[in-house]
């Protein structure tokens, strides 16, 4: 089992920037594939970005060159700079941890709010 939870998120104007982290309780060292989603009302969660244990990155094309994925593995610590905030990046930002084997095991963080203001 491993638990998520997020934290970072806020209210920001347009162009500015904020950090999310999301701390795991268990290890997420080389088995798990770790991934930012968001989600708006009425609208289905979508992929933000996501990073192996090898460190390959993915992102959705709408946050591409403006947001960027870590991982701090000794600290069990995901983290998503976002950079040029624009109003269409606000959403509920989840954190989840998928099994690199057995992707069923896939866990979800409660969820921080990202306000962008124009």
């Known amino acids: 089992q491993v638990q998520l939870v997020e934290s970072g998120g806020g209210l920001v104007q347009f162009g500015g920037s904020l950090r999310l982290s999301c701390a795991a309780s268990g290890s997420i060292s080389t088995l798990y594939v770790m991934g930012w989603y968001r989600q708006v009302p009425g609208k289905q969660r979508e992929l933000v970005a996501h990073?192996?244990?090898?460190?390959?990155?993915t992102y959705a094309d709408s946050v591409k060159g403006r947001f960027t994925i870590s991982r701090d593995n000794a600290k069990n610590t995901v983290y998503l700079q976002m950079n040029s905030l624009e109003p269409e990046d606000t959403a509920v930002y989840y954190c989840?941890?998928?099994?690199?084997?057995?992707?069923?095991?896939?866990?979800w963080g409660q969820g921080t709010q990202v306000t962008v203001s124009s």
């Open positions: 990073i192996s244990s090898a460190l390959t990155t």
């Open positions: 989840n941890a998928r099994h690199r084997y057995v992707p069923s095991n896939s866990y």
